[in-house]
């Protein structure tokens, strides 16, 4: 993981989006909108480093949750 990765997701913590089932994901409009703030240049390839986390982060949070 790169530095900006880890800043990046720790940026993105606040926007986890839940249901009563358990966590569904982050808000991809609020990750765009910290792109933009933050100038992303390659948003492409970060958003696609923070899906590979976020999937990781949401099976073990759900599994918590059972």
Known sequence: ???????MWSR???QWRTSMGGVI???Y???AWVFRL???KD???LLEDL???EAA??????ERSS
Do not use: F, H, T, W
């Not at 982060?57 to 759900?62: H, T």
């Open 57 to 62: 982060a949401m099976a073990k949070l759900n």
């Open 38 to 40: 933050y100038e992303v």
């Open 29 to 31: 409009g609020a990750i």
């Open 12 to 14: 993105v913590q606040p």
């Open 51 to 53: 899906q590979v986390m």
């Open 43 to 45: 948003q492409r390839s």
């Open 25 to 27: 994901g982050l808000d």
């Open 1 to 7: 993981c790169s530095s900006d990765l880890l800043i």
